[in-house]
């Protein structure tokens, strides 16, 4: 059974930082692609970044670009999203996700395991 357990939202004034962790079980890490997605309140679920723990390529949606970092830790299994220079507009529950073997890196349709989510608010 694959799990994936999340932590380290919370609320910031704009301009802060936060680093969100996600820990996934029950699937060999380093094998697939990871990605953290957001949803804020009536949109979406939209694409933040994505990488390969086997090879260490990284991609990221352009509004994050520059200033959030996501990384893997291949012996813990996890995968961080380092968020800097926070803004109102980056509020929104954060899911991290395992890559699945069709779809592409950046919708939602490309995985098939996700978090139960995290709650991320930056205050103006």
């Known amino acids: 059974q694959v799990q994936l357990v999340e932590s380290g939202g919370g609320l910031v004034q704009a301009g802060g930082s936060l680093r969100l962790s996600c820990t996934v079980s029950?699937?060999?890490?380093?094998?697939?692609?990871m990605g953290w997605f957001r949803q804020a309140p009536g949109k979406e679920r939209e694409f933040v970044a994505n990488?390969?723990?086997?090879?260490?390529?990284?991609y990221y949606a352009d509004s994050v670009k520059g200033r959030f970092t996501i990384s893997s830790d291949n012996a813990k299994n996890t995968v961080y999203l380092q968020m800097n220079s926070l803004k109102p507009e980056d509020t929104a529950v954060y899911y991290c996700?395992?890559?699945?073997?069709?779809?592409?890196?950046?919708?939602?349709?490309?995985?098939?395991?996700w978090g139960q989510g995290t709650q991320v608010t930056v205050s103006s």
């Open positions: 029950g699937r060999t890490f380093s094998n697939y692609g």
């Open positions: 996700a395992t890559k699945g073997q069709s779809g592409t890196y950046n919708r939602p349709s490309g995985y098939d395991y």
């Open positions: 990488i390969w723990p086997s090879g260490g390529m990284t």
